[in-house]
C-alpha cells in the first residue's frame, strides 16, 4: 500500500515538474530557443507573488493575476530586446546569453531580497488533504497536477484552435514564408515568451507555496524542466506531462528507498530513458 | 612552357613571430617569478593560470568543436577527488596523483560523450549538466571521502610533498610557501602545456579537419572527414586535461567537498564568462578574458553579488554586440593573429 501512495505522491509531484517545463516547452516549439533562465524566471516570478501579497496583502491566487501581465510584459520585453537578436543557426548565442541573464536574475534577486529562503503563505489550504480511494494526498499536490492537465490542455487549444496558434505553428515551420503571409515573426515570438512567463507564473505559485524557495534555487528547476522535456520529446506538450510524471515518480520512489537518493534517482531516470529512446518517448518535431 | 612554380602553405605571420619571442621572453620571467614575487602575487597566479586551462579547454570544446558543455564542474570535481582518493586510500604523494585526477577524467568521459553525443546543439549543454549532477550526488555518497561535507587532506601528506624540501631550500622559504611556489610551477607548466597542445592540435591535419566540421558539418562529412570521431578526440582530450587541473587546484585548497568541486558556477559559468569575453573559438581569447575576468573580481571584490551580476551584463553585451569577444575587436583593428591557425598559399615564381 506504501508503494501505492510513493507513486501517486510521485505522479502529484511530476504536475509540479510538468508546470516547470511546459513555458520551456512552448518557447523551444516556437523558436527552438533554449532558454537556460528559465528556472531563474520561475524563482523571479515567485518573488513577484510574494511581494504583491506582502504589499497588497491580497491572497496569493488574486497575486498570481496581478503577477502574470507584469511577467507577460517582462516576457514580451526579453524577447524583443535580448533574445530575438539571438535567433539563428548558431545554437551558441542563445545558450551564452541566457546564461548571463541566468546568472544576472539570480544575483538581482540576492541584491534585492537577500538570501533568505521564503514562502508564499496560502492559510490553512497548506495543510488540507483529501482521501484519493485508498491514499490520502494533499490538496496543494492536487491542485498542482489539475493546474498542470490543465495549462497544458489550455496550450494545445491554443496552439491547434486559434489564429495565433496557427502563426505559431506557422513561424516555427519557415519563419520567411510566414512573413510572406503577413506574419511578424518577431511580434509573434514576443507574444510566445510572454506567454511561456504566464506559464511560469503559475509555475511559480505552486513552487513557492509548496516548499521555500531562495535566489539560487532556479538552476535545480531548470533541469527538472528540462528533463521532462526531453523526456516527453521534442515539441510535444502531453509528452512533456508524462515527462514530468516519471521524473516525480522516480523521484518519490529513490526517496523512500534512502531520502539521499531522490534527487539522484530522477536523474538516473532520464538518462536510462535517453538510452533508450534517444529522441524521447513521443517525438512530434524532426530536429 | 609555364614557370615553375612553387609554393609552400605557412600560418606563420610577423606578429606571429614577434610574439613568440615576446612569449619566451615572458615564459623566462614567468618561470622566475618566484624568485622575487610574494606570496599572495603568487597564489593570484595560480588562480588565473588554472582558470586559464579550464578557459582554453573549454574554447576547444564549444569554440572548435561545436560541444558547449555546462557540465565541465563534472571533471574538475571527479579529478579532484580522484586525486584525494589516490592520496588517502594508496598513500600517494600528492603531485603524481594529480595525474590519476586526468585519467579519472577521461574514463568520465567515455560514458559522458556516450549519452551527450545524442543530445544535439542545446540539448548537449544540459545532458553534460545532468550528467555532472550525478557525479557530484554519487560521490556525496562516498562515505570514506567525507560523503556530502567532504574532507582535507592528511597532514603528513600536504608536509611531505614532493619537490618541497628541494624548492623551501632554493628560496629559503617555509614549506607552507614553498607548496605554493609549486602549485605555481605545476599550473604554469599546465597553462602553457594546455595552449601549445591545443595550439599544435589546431595546426595539423586534425585541427584542419575540427575547423572543416564547425564551419560546415555536411560539407566536411562529404570530403571524408569523420566528424563524430574528433568530437570524441576533443572531448575526451578537454576532460583529461579539466580532470588533471581540479586535481591541482584541490591540492593547492586542500581541502574539498562535492558541493564546492562540483560547482558550476565556479568551473563552468567563470570559464563561459571568460571564453565570451575574450572571444570565443581564439587562443589568444581566453588569455584576454582571464585578464579581464580577475581585473573586474579585484575591482569589484567589494560588491558582493553586484559582481556577478555585472559579470553577467558584460557576457550578455559581448555576445549581443560583439560575439567574437574582446580579441576579435582587436583582431579587426590590427589584424594581429598571435597564434595563427589560418594557412596562407605562399607562390614563388
Known amino acids: 500500500m506504501i508503494w501505492v501512495d510513493t507513486i501517486v505522491q510521485g505522479v502529484l509531484l511530476g504536475g509540479l515538474y510538468a508546470l516547470f517545463a511546459a513555458g520551456l516547452s512552448l518557447v523551444f516549439g516556437i523558436m527552438r530557443l533554449v532558454n537556460l533562465a528559465h528556472g531563474d524566471l520561475i524563482v523571479l516570478a515567485a518573488y513577484l507573488i510574494l511581494f504583491v501579497v506582502t504589499v497588497l496583502g491580497v491572497h496569493p491566487l488574486v497575486a498570481v493575476l496581478l503577477a502574470a501581465p507584469m511577467m507577460f510584459a517582462i516576457g514580451w520585453g526579453l524577447q524583443r530586446l535580448i533574445l530575438t537578436r539571438t535567433l539563428g543557426d548558431d545554437i551558441l548565442p542563445p545558450l551564452l546569453v541566457t546564461f548571463g541573464l541566468s546568472i544576472v536574475i539570480q544575483n538581482a534577486l540576492l541584491e534585492g531580497f537577500t538570501a533568505d529562503s521564503q514562502r508564499i503563505p496560502m492559510g490553512a489550504i497548506e495543510t488540507a488533504s483529501v482521501a484519493l480511494g485508498p491514499v490520502s494526498v494533499g490538496l496543494i499536490p492536487l491542485l498542482t497536477f489539475a493546474s498542470a492537465v490543465l495549462v497544458i490542455f489550455a496550450l494545445n487549444q491554443l496552439f491547434y484552435r486559434t489564429s495565433l496558434g496557427r502563426a505559431f505553428r506557422a513561424v516555427s515551420d519557415d519563419p520567411t514564408t510566414a512573413q510572406l503571409m503577413g506574419i511578424r515573426p518577431a511580434s509573434v515570438f514576443a507574444t510566445a515568451t510572454g506567454i511561456a512567463m504566464v506559464v511560469v507564473t503559475i509555475a511559480a505559485l505552486y513552487l513557492g507555496v509548496r516548499s521555500n524557495f531562495d535566489p539560487t534555487i532556479g538552476p535545480a528547476r531548470l533541469i527538472y524542466a528540462f528533463e521532462a522535456v526531453i523526456i516527453g520529446g521534442l515539441g510535444s506538450l502531453w509528452g512533456t506531462l508524462a515527462g514530468g510524471i516519471i521524473i516525480g515518480v522516480a523521484q518519490t520512489l529513490g526517496g523512500s528507498i534512502n531520502p539521499e537518493w531522490q534527487i539522484l534517482s530522477g536523474h538516473i531516470a532520464f538518462l536510462v530513458v535517453l538510452l533508450i529512446w534517444p529522441r524521447g518517448l513521443f517525438p512530434r518535431a524532426f530536429d | ?349
Open chain 2, 1 to 349: 612552357m609555364a614557370n615553375p612554380v612553387s609554393y609552400r602553405v605557412e600560418t606563420r605571420t610577423r606578429a606571429s613571430g614577434r610574439a613568440a619571442i615576446a612569449a619566451a621572453a615572458l615564459v623566462v620571467l614567468a618561470i622566475g617569478l618566484p624568485a622575487f614575487a610574494g606570496r599572495s602575487l603568487l597564489q593570484d597566479m595560480f588562480v588565473i593560470l588554472s582558470m586559464l586551462t579550464l578557459a582554453q579547454c573549454w574554447n576547444l570544446l564549444a569554440g572548435y568543436a561545436g560541444l558547449v558543455s555546462v557540465g565541465q564542474q563534472a571533471f574538475v570535481g571527479i579529478g579532484a577527488y580522484a586525486m584525494f582518493a589516490g592520496v588517502i586510500f594508496w598513500g600517494w604523494d600528492p603531485v603524481p596523483a594529480i595525474l590519476l585526477g586526468g585519467v579519472a577524467a577521461a574514463v568520465l568521459a567515455i560514458p559522458t560523450a556516450f549519452f551527450a553525443f545524442r543530445l544535439a546543439g542545446a540539448y548537449f549543454a544540459i545532458g553534460t549538466w545532468v550528467i555532472a549532477e550525478v557525479v557530484r550526488l554519487s560521490v556525496a555518497q562516498w562515505k570514506s571521502l567525507g560523503g556530502g561535507t567532504g574532507t582535507s587532506l592528511p597532514r603528513e601528506a600536504t608536509s611531505d610533498m614532493m619537490f618541497v624540501e628541494p624548492i623551501a631550500s632554493l628560496f629559503g622559504l617555509r614549506d607552507a610557501a614553498a607548496r605554493d611556489v609549486l602549485a605555481y610551477w605545476l599550473a604554469l607548466a599546465l597553462a602553457l602545456g594546455t595552449i601549445a597542445g591545443v595550439y599544435a592540435l589546431l595546426r595539423s591535419r586534425q585541427g584542419l579537419a575540427l575547423a572543416a566540421v564547425r564551419d560546415n558539418r555536411v560539407a566536411a562529412r562529404a570530403v571524408g572527414v569523420d566528424a563524430q570521431r574528433m568530437n570524441w578526440v576533443v572531448f575526451v582530450a578537454a576532460a583529461a586535461i579539466t580532470g588533471i587541473c581540479g586535481g591541482l587546484i584541490y591540492m593547492q585548497t586542500a581541502r574539498i567537498s562535492p558541493d564546492a568541486a562540483f560547482a558550476v558556477l565556479d568551473w563552468t559559468g567563470y570559464v563561459i564568462f571568460i571564453v565570451v569575453i575574450g572571444g570565443i573559438g581564439t587562443i589568444e581569447g581566453p588569455i584576454l578574458g582571464v585578464i579581464v575576468f580577475f581585473a573586474l573580481q579585484r575591482l569589484l571584490a567589494d560588491y558582493g553579488s553586484w559582481y556577478l551580476l555585472i559579470l553577467g551584463v558584460i557576457g550578455i553585451a559581448v555576445m549581443l554586440f560583439a560575439p567574437r569577444g574582446l580579441w576579435g575587436l582587436i583582431h579587426d583593428r590590427t589584424g594581429i593573429d598571435l597564434f595563427p591557425i589560418r594557412r596562407r598559399l605562399i607562390i614563388k615564381k
